[in-house]
């Protein structure tokens, strides 16, 4: 058995790895770390998970935790990351963070959007991106994850296979993307009071928005060229659920069924991955409580344009799924352990 | 591995009993039916399921069912069980049925309630109520289940320890529950439309509401003498989740605490039920996506009287879970196999 | 034109009280009070009101805003109300109160329901219950008005002809209520944030919640004897509305016809009470937008017992709608002026 | 006062017609017409418009209805307008109808995009496209409105200014669209049934959607050239309201200010549209119940292009607010008329 950390575990994200992984056949969750709820049992705290997962909430401990884990995941705000995860490296431990101070290849970007000092540099050398489907092999050597960001993981698994493909113009590409409300999680703010946020919608962080230069960042690493993207997330009435509909020009004409060819062939090893056929769009709720990633696509003829549609649980797939994918391909497990439920569509 | 069929696999209760039978460890979909969508996979129709489930619709064929399965549930519109469940029964095969048909001790009290005739006798009386918390020896040994509705089990379950003790005075019980929308099923009907029920609540068959009578058996055999109960259902607009919310008159003086207690030991070897502690009281997303039935109560010392909270996902221990339940006894399995899926909450 | 000053005007119930007044033939808005947003122009916090109210948020200050109104309403968290209006009061304003400072008859209930000591039994004494379907009199003679809960205005209103008329057995009562979040208010919470509560439903301040002695002063008035009553609220995702669902044991036999008759005798005058015919139940949508009271009810041969069903939206008659009705009649206007917009359903 | 006639007065678009024209001050309903309720009181089939609204609904008789009414709304599927509008015409009745059908200067559009033949070009050229910013003279003059479409008015309105200053290049523009459900209307179908909307998000009509050929035919008279725009449309899980996302390049340098500037100028006199300061953007409920345009955006310097946000409420602004607004005009009315109520916000 894994013995696993779960390093703010009673976030939003941090509740959907230790809900997941109590159901993982190879996984042992050893340790609940949160620092608001110490000595509570987490089950206390989530009354869904009792006589599951019982664990009391332990305080952060580099030394305590790696004495008892062989994996940690941190699901700890941005920031606050990268000053327990050297602990936790150098006591040989292996990391899957779930905030954003190991994404970046170029230090200067992750600085510039973050807009703080990012003060390990070498680990960050050593993290590489947890995008299993582009990544597999990275991953599998590295003990320092840098798990994506749910809007990136939903758009940039969108336009692969286009820009490998060289099927589209990279400078107007345009990803419109809309998420439940879950992706903000649990902190309190006026913008997520359930009266402020039901029966509305909008629009935020209007190209500014960090996940852009995470996009930008793999896609250009796909492209083999500097892709620049608008990105636009909105706000909208559900807890869970991305949907990214990316628009772009086409070099020459194409159907549907060519471009989704194309697709079907880019992803045919992917188990994750359900590209529909022509005619069929994916909606949220195909994926809500699963790490699938269902794309669909339409060329528009009259403007030589396509339109991808691309959903994924951004707590799963956004999130806990995928960290729990990467956690099965760093310990040599079959990459769909754990993760072979359904979505719940009701 | 167990061969199931599932009659009415497209319906709401249907689909979900797909969905969790897919994650059992000792049961194989052998067989899905839905007369409407013959020939198509259920992966088309549900396309959540596509890559875990594709099994292609097939037409209602007895049968060819009994040659395929070991056990059929039939997940059809009350009076369509009937018709098809006695030839599955005399093929030898076990079946669990989630319409009302074959719930009642007495078939007078079924014909009032249904208003409809029961064409056979014969099969009500071999046929046991599946409530395995109060049954569970008789469902051992029964080829033929009725499986309970959802309001019932959330309120009969919660009820059960003060009438099985003698606590509350039987005169005055009142029941007034709560659901989620998918209770309704996957029919088409303005009462469910989503403008017409999102941001609105409302009571409804105020005192004519079939579950009453099963509530009532069931509770009459309980307690040892005949109880009448109002039962007053809701339309809430979210999609899973029952709340019972219980009004009995105390007998004598009790604490909160003590009656929690005479829960606690009623149900002290139930896996799927969880007693609250004092002050404490569970929410509909406590079980959300679970089997278990969560409650808590209130003493209310200055009119000497309990108020009960009793919840569950009606889709689950409410149908197709209880159903699952059902069958793990029925095949001497233990009775929590593939049923240990904690809630979502989110 | 009445000159109108809205303290606590940022709060859910002050802001719905500036969108009606805007609205309003005969009232002025003059002052708006906001503590938290001094300074700062209303359409700035909500932008629906942009071009409509542009009024800037002023301190509270009594005796500025005594000179530039005539009547205050006060949204102000119980025990702040108190503070101020003796000040208001004094300089010769009508005061119309939306906390539960003033709604009490007796003093040593309130104490004692929510916890605190009242300074101002001279003032307590003053004031009048502001139901103007009970006490339409006394509201036109009294310059202070504590404006009845929102539970309270459904549940009396629900229960009154029956009481009256002695049809009812008093010792059985039980109040069923749900309401949509807006009354929790806009103070932050876990509780109230969106995913918390929407696909979510629960009971809570079970036996213990403050409306409950608010009910039971109005109905001992009413019966002319001292009642007792159950009360349990729940919370609803949805925005707007509650519903009462009420039980009663019927002292003799009746029909659902003839109490829906003795309503419509009892309540012939009112404009704000719709009674429904029999087969027919009121739901929140119908009262959602307006400061309509909807009831309906079902008589349960079989038990010889009532449930009744009352809605109203909560922010309305529950709140800013019958603040503004009391107005009316305290300024001689007929009772309706600026509250004949229907439901908005939709 | 205006005799008016609304046909197709229990369908969403209608009912709002009616809600809203019951609080016109110089508006009298005179003829609801319903072909489903034929003799039923419009406040049984509706139950918030009772005592409000109980006229009862009426067959579909022009003959009828001409004499009854000075103007009538028709609020009828696609199709059906053209049958009875022409009578009416002939009648000398004005008609603002809220269909397709009347939309559209060139018949050829109207025919290649709705798939039908228009048997009346010579009407087709007699009505005017209702959108009172951009064509209030004509609509004055003319008897026959075609009401524009709820995405095309939401869409048109946020890029008008920047298509008539020549701001932005024509070959790229992209509007990406979320609708609430309140627009698919009052017919059932699966997509709108609660639990297959609710907590769910999809695109549809990708590249096809109807509304694409109006919005082009006003950009390209605005434009003064051909313009052809991307336009998706999404299904959002809430009741009311529309918001565009709208890209388009900018052909030089600006800052946001600077467009923020030429909006304002643009909708000078405009009372229903209200453009938001730099840093600040509408949401949907900043318009809900009302029949306000607000209208942000945000220019990105990165990528030198321009995102417009731009909301309504699709049966207000998008439907019968307009309408109504039309109506005002054509009689001579301030435009404001009965429409200046604020959004409901909560």
């Known amino acids: 058995m894994i013995k696993v950390g779960i390093l703010g575990a009673t976030g939003y994200a941090g509740i959907e790895l230790v809900r997941m992984l109590s159901q993982h056949p190879y996984a042992k969750i050893s340790s609940v770390v ?12 989530y009354p869904n998970l009792r006589n599951i997962v019982d664990n009391v909430c332990e305080e952060l401990d580099a030394e305590v935790i790696s004495k008892k884990c062989d994996v940690v995941f941190t699901a700890l705000p941005h920031g606050a990351s990268k000053t327990v995860i050297p602990q936790l490296i150098q006591a040989g431990l292996k990391v899957i963070d779930l905030s954003g101070d190991f994404r970046y290849n170029d230090i200067s970007v992750y600085e510039k959007w973050y807009q ?23 991953i599998a050597a590295s003990p320092l994850i840098g798990n994506p960001g749910c809007y990136t993981t939903c758009s940039i698994l969108g336009l692969a296979p286009l820009l490998a493909d060289k099927v589209i113009a990279t400078d107007n590409i345009i990803i419109d993307a809309k998420s439940g409300v879950s992706g903000a999680g649990r902190g309190l703010a006026l913008d997520y009071h359930f009266c402020e ?23 250009s690493i796909i492209a083999n060229e500097e892709i620049f993207i608008s990105f636009t997330p909105h706000l909208v009435p559900m807890k869970r659920g991305i949907i990214s509909t990316i628009y772009a020009n086409l070099k020459q004409e194409y159907e549907t069924a060519e471009l989704l060819n194309i697709y079907k062939n880019y992803y045919k090893d992917e188990f994750f991955i359900r590209i529909y056929d022509e005619g069929q769009l994916p909606e949220t709720n195909h994926v809500t409580g699963s790490n ?11 403007l030589n344009r396509v339109v991808i549609v691309s959903v994924i649980d951004n707590l799963i797939k956004g999130a806990a799924g995928q960290a729990i994918q990467n956690m099965n391909i760093m310990f040599g497990l079959d990459e769909k352990t754990g993760l072979t439920s359904p979505g719940l569509y009701l």
Chains 1, 2, 3, 4 share one sequence.
Request: overall charge negative.
């Open 34 to 45: 949160s620092q608001s709820f110490v000595g509570q049992k987490i089950s206390n705290i």
């Open 116 to 138: 703080t000092k990012h003060d390990h540099p070498e680990l960050l050398k050593m993290a590489v991106y947890g995008l299993p489907e582009l990544h597999r092999d990275k």
């Open 197 to 219: 946020c039901t029966e509305n919608m909008k629009a935020y962080k209007v190209a500014t928005h960090r996940h852009t230069s995470e996009i930008e960042q793999e896609l």
């Open 292 to 302: 699938f990633v269902d794309i669909g696509l339409v060329v528009d003829t009259r």
